[in-house]
């Protein structure tokens, strides 16, 4: 079975990419807890992240990296938290999310809830930072 993330991966589910590689994309999450919180997924699809070959992890960070500088410029945050939690989805990822202060990124806050605009918008500044 497929999760939702090889699901939009496949193409079979709509996203908002802003990057991608023949390994890994960054989509913006559809629940965010901010404007840009954005997701990093290998296209392999592995559960647990510490069980992706050693090559493929060091690939999944620097691709994260990248992904984070452009968010940091097309964002107004003070830095980009990550976290890792991989409860909610059987797929490893990595969440990137714009901080102003620590609260930001308590998955426990209530979700935004975006117009297909407002994701457009922040999708094209973050492809175009």
């Known amino acids: 079975m ?14 908002y990419t802003i990057a991608e590689d023949e390994n890994f994309i ?13 997701l990093v997924v290998p296209k392999k699809e592995v559960d647990l992240i510490f069980d992706l070959e050693s090559d493929d ?5 620097g691709f994260t990296q990248e992904v984070a500088k452009k968010i940091k410029k097309a964002i107004p945050c003070a830095r980009v938290g990550i976290a890792v939690v991989g ?7 990595i969440h990137l999310i ?24 922040i999708q094209n500044s973050i492809i175009n930072s």
Do not use: C, Q
């Open 2 to 15: 497929s999760t939702i993330f090889t699901k939009i991966i496949n193409g079979e589910i709509p996203s």
């Open 98 to 121: 714009p901080l102003n202060k620590m609260e930001d990124m308590n998955f426990r806050n209530e979700r935004l809830k975006l117009s297909n605009e407002e994701y457009t918008e």
């Open 87 to 93: 409860l909610e989805v059987p797929h490893a990822h």
């Open 57 to 61: 992890y060091k690939n999944l960070w």
């Open 26 to 38: 960054a989509f913006l999450d559809a629940m965010p807890l901010v404007k840009g919180h954005t």
